[in-house]
């Protein structure tokens, strides 16, 4: 490896990016009530905002993974810096709705291109158990930075300091520049070339009936996940619960439950992983959608361990049973989850629009409309787990006598963890 290379601060420096990322997450979510207040936006348009940071997120990671290659993690990371500074700024001065659709757009693919450049440089930077030890060290940087960028916006927002909107989106300016300033002037490693598999072997692996049953689930496990954690802020704040409070700790929570994964996934099985997170996030959404006051942590904990698993292990679960689609079935696989979200995001705005008018209709205004409306929201969205709890119960019976393929970890290390 090129002595030159500064594995350190190029680290520190990728850390920093995936921080951004997350930033991006929590603090949006954090001013969405805000931003529909004072841009007078429907609870619809609020979810195709949402949208656009899942679409670009997957279109920029699925490319950046095609390219990575071919120009190397520098120049990824160049667009990346690029699109969130735009990204950011566009947000602050945005005066309407079309301006904030493009905005989250260029964040999301500075997200993606984040993940496409950083997991495969740890990669190439390390070796063995090195290499797994700091890419996990590194994923950690996403539920974790969703802990503080939820306790940041809880602090400078309405129940605290009162800050603008904007002064929070500023907030994610400063991991943004310090990753920037990392990065700047170092020697990349050198990019390590991609497994033999061919692409037509990959494709055929692809279009079997299990890949396809487990491409379907992943729609679902996403949404599952990341539908709720988009909306309980606007659905939860009318609660008497804190929403920000609520999503520190259900990424928190992820975070732990994350890094000491390893003897829960080998002793249940990832079918059974998976069967019990769809039970618990179940349980979860339906508490979020019956229960108000500090009863919502008591919801949050359960979803939590729900979605704690979902992503890594449908990602593994891929590599492990079927191994010949190779890098490209688990990236398309974390590309669709991706997808999937960006395309419920308006949908479930659609909803709560829809549950205001009725509870409107039925007599119900200020908090009490509000909450009822979010309430009956997130009620249907329990539909999402109980159909992964039918599909993951058929998934253990057909998977119990079947041979486990080796795995290459690396292979999954370098896969988004989200």
């Not at 429907?42 to 390219?67: K, Y």
């Not at 950083?118 to 950690?140: E, Q, W």
């Not at 609520?246 to 990424?251: E, P, Q, R, S």
């Not at 059974?272 to 508490?287: E, M, Q, R, S, T």
Request: with cysteine; proline share 4%.
């Amino acid at each position: 490896m090129n002595q030159a290379v500064n594995q350190s601060r190029l680290f520190y420096a990728s850390c920093f990016a995936l921080i951004t990322t997350a930033f991006s997450f929590s603090i949006r979510a954090g001013i969405l009530a805000q931003l529909g207040t004072e841009l007078s936006l429907s609870a619809e348009q609020l979810g195709f905002i949402n949208s656009m940071w899942f679409l670009g997120f997957p279109i920029s990671m699925i490319v950046g993974g095609l390219v990575y290659y071919t120009v190397g993690p520098k120049t990824i990371m160049q667009i990346a810096f690029v699109c969130h500074l735009l990204g950011i700024l566009l947000t602050i001065y945005a005066q309407g709705y079309t301006t904030l659709l493009i905005s989250t757009f260029l964040i999301g693919i500075g997200n993606g291109c984040t993940e496409a450049a950083c997991n495969p440089m740890i990669a190439d930077m390390y070796s063995g158990v090195t290499m797994n030890k700091m890419l996990n060290r590194f994923h950690m940087w996403f539920p974790g930075g969703i802990v503080v960028g939820s306790l940041i916006s809880l602090f400078m927002g309405p129940e605290n300091l009162n800050l603008p909107w904007q002064a929070q989106i500023w907030v994610i300016m400063i991991p943004t520049l310090i990753y920037a300033f990392l990065f700047f002037g170092q020697t990349f490693p050198t990019a390590k070339v991609a497994g033999s598999t061919s692409l037509a072997s990959n494709f055929q692996a692809m279009l079997t009936p299990l890949y396809i049953f487990m491409f379907c689930c992943m729609a679902l496990t996403a949404i599952s996940e990341f539908g709720p954690q988009q909306w309980v802020g606007l659905i939860m704040s009318k609660s008497g619960a804190s929403p920000l409070l609520i999503l520190a700790l259900v990424t928190g929570l992820m975070a732990v439950g994350r890094y000491f994964g390893g003897p829960i996934i080998h002793k249940l099985d990832q079918t059974g992983v998976l069967l019990g997170g769809a039970v618990f996030a179940a349980i979860g959404v339906y508490l979020f959608s019956s229960v108000t006051g500090p009863m919502a942590y008591v919801a949050a904990v359960f979803f939590a361990i729900g979605v704690c698993y979902f992503w890594p292990t449908m990602i593994g679960f891929v590599a492990e049973r079927i191994p010949a689609s190779g890098a490209l079935g688990m990236s398309v696989m974390g590309g669709v989850g991706m997808f999937s979200t960006s395309i419920f995001q308006p949908i479930i705005g659609g909803w709560i629009d829809a549950e205001r008018a009725v509870q409107s209709a039925a007599g119900q205004t200020g908090d009490a409309l509000e909450l009822a409306a979010g309430q009956a929201t997130l009620a249907k969205m329990t539909t999402f787990p109980i159909i992964l709890i039918v599909a993951f119960t058929a998934l253990w019976f057909f998977m119990r006598n079947r041979k486990v393929t080796h795995v290459d970890e690396s292979a999954v290390a370098q896969q988004p963890q989200l």
